[in-house]
């Protein structure tokens, strides 16, 4: 039976128990073993279909808790089942195959995810944008003005490990910083940030927070 890799197999035995809840309906009963066997197969091949031939417990695991409940082969056919599994080499091994080439294009892709968010990140700053275009196109300078024209507002990107407040956060704490240009708008936000953390209870960041805050005597130079 197949594995979620449709070209790679369990080898499966199954034995079933069946059982006719209508004594009374002889007419109807036939042939049960067929109806029986082939509810047990289907049931089992629903269950193998989403586990790797790599994990051979966690799939025995499966398909017995789901054929050792009794289920309806059909009004009338109670059926339930045990079944033993087993991987040949030659499968194992294409499995084994397949995870090498899944984990290489993983990591490929994941590295071109990372050179696209440095990308991104360079052509988001202007000053970084510059020299990029500099050191990549030296005879093209005049061009790099159509280039933040076609960019626009390009954000930076995100760090993947943020969650949605942490991003807000961070969104909200660059965009402060950015429009702090005075030393007066800088107290009055490192007062906020002070009385902010100690409300919170976070006197590790607060007493940090003080020494950013602690004005150097005149002439000093800052620790």
Partial sequence: MASCISSVRFTVRITGSWQWTHPDDTGRQGDLALPAREHLRRQAAGILCRHSVLDLAAAHDAINSGLSRIGCA??????????????????RALAEE???????????????????????????????????????????????????????????PQEAQDDDLRGDVRRLTDGLVTALHTPQQREVFLQALVQTLTALGHHHLTTAAVLQHRPHDPGSTPA
């Fill in 74 to 91: 059909m009004p009338g056919l109670e059926v339930s089942g045990m079944a033993e599994l087993s991987v040949a080499a030659a499968d």
């Fill in 98 to 156: 397949h995870d090498r080439r899944q984990q290489a294009a993983d990591l490929e892709h994941g590295e071109e995810l990372h050179r696209l968010a440095q990308l991104q990140q360079v052509l988001a700053d202007p000053d970084l944008r510059r020299v990029w275009w500099m050191a990549q196109f030296p005879d093209r300078f005049n061009d790099l003005g159509s280039l933040a024209e076609v960019l626009g507002g390009l954000p930076a």
